[in-house]
């Protein structure tokens, strides 16, 4: 069970004057997440327009790591980053800093080329499940088995209908036996009703900017690190006073 912290991901730089947009701004905000007790960082590298990039990973991956030793650093292969397959898997086959892993979304028609490139480029793979649709289709492959781990990703609002989705997600999972370790999150209203659903289920999470900028309570936060604070409280809350 870890919390892993979601810095950026395709939000506009008006989402939150917190939001880190460079390649020094998220080596930066990535430290500041990881003393909060962060365990994972992913992280949607930027372009100098301040756009995604799969191009900007080399420079991205580097700063981060220099700023946080030791710490696994994930990027995202989101279609929609450069809108264009060959592009795409270009990038990732040029990548010199290596990620230690990355999300690849099962809704995408490419997903199973961009997995096979990612792991013969040894790049861990976090599969991206945000339907029951995308879990039948993960369960019928081969290399299923070999994933780093299972994303449940539910960017639906309303909450009851948002359980509903994951917990059928899950089930298909269940059924075809795959075992691989779970990383549930949500999006805006959904994102801290899932962190209390992962603790309960011994799931792993993540929380951020990405995902959304209110605390539990409703208020916006100050940054990256609060949220990813607020999380660890509730994955590992204080122990009583002897």
């Known amino acids: 069970m870890i919390v892993q912290a979601?810095?950026?991901?395709?939000?506009?730089?008006?989402?939150?004057?917190?939001?880190?947009?460079?390649?020094?701004?998220?080596?930066?905000?990535?430290?500041?997440?990881?003393?909060?007790?962060?365990?994972?960082?992913?992280?949607?590298?930027?372009?100098?327009?301040?756009?995604?990039?799969?191009a900007a990973v080399d420079e991205t991956v580097f700063a981060v790591r220099k700023a946080c030793p030791g710490t696994f650093v994930g990027v995202s292969t989101g279609a929609w980053i450069e809108n264009d397959v060959e592009r795409t898997r270009a990038a990732i086959a040029g990548w010199r800093e290596l990620p230690d892993y990355a999300s690849v979304n099962l809704s995408e028609a490419d997903a199973p080329a961009v997995m096979d490139l990612l792991r013969r480029r040894g790049v861990g793979i976090e599969a991206g499940l945000a339907t029951t649709e995308d879990a039948e289709r993960l369960v019928t492959f081969a290399d299923r088995d070999r994933v780093l781990r299972i994303l449940i990703e539910i960017d639906i609002q309303d909450l009851n209908a948002a359980l509903d989705e994951a917990h059928g997600i899950a089930a298909v999972l269940e059924r075809a036996g795959l075992r691989r370790p779970i990383l549930l999150h949500g999006v805006d209203a959904t994102v801290w009703p899932f962190v209390e659903?992962?603790?309960?289920?011994?799931?792993?999470?993540?929380?951020?900017?990405?995902?959304?900028?209110?605390?539990?309570?409703?208020?916006?936060?100050?940054?990256?690190?609060e949220i990813v604070a607020a999380a660890v409280a509730i994955f590992r809350p204080a122990p009583l006073g002897g």
């Open 6 to 54: 979601c810095i950026n991901g395709a939000r506009p730089r008006d989402f939150h004057p917190g939001l880190p947009l460079t390649a020094q701004a998220m080596a930066s905000d990535a430290a500041a997440c990881v003393a909060a007790g962060a365990a994972e960082l992913h992280i949607h590298p930027r372009g100098a327009d301040g756009r995604e990039s799969l």
């Open 197 to 225: 659903l992962a603790h309960r289920k011994r799931w792993s999470t993540r929380v951020g900017l990405e995902d959304g900028r209110t605390l539990a309570d409703g208020r916006t936060a100050k940054d990256n690190a």
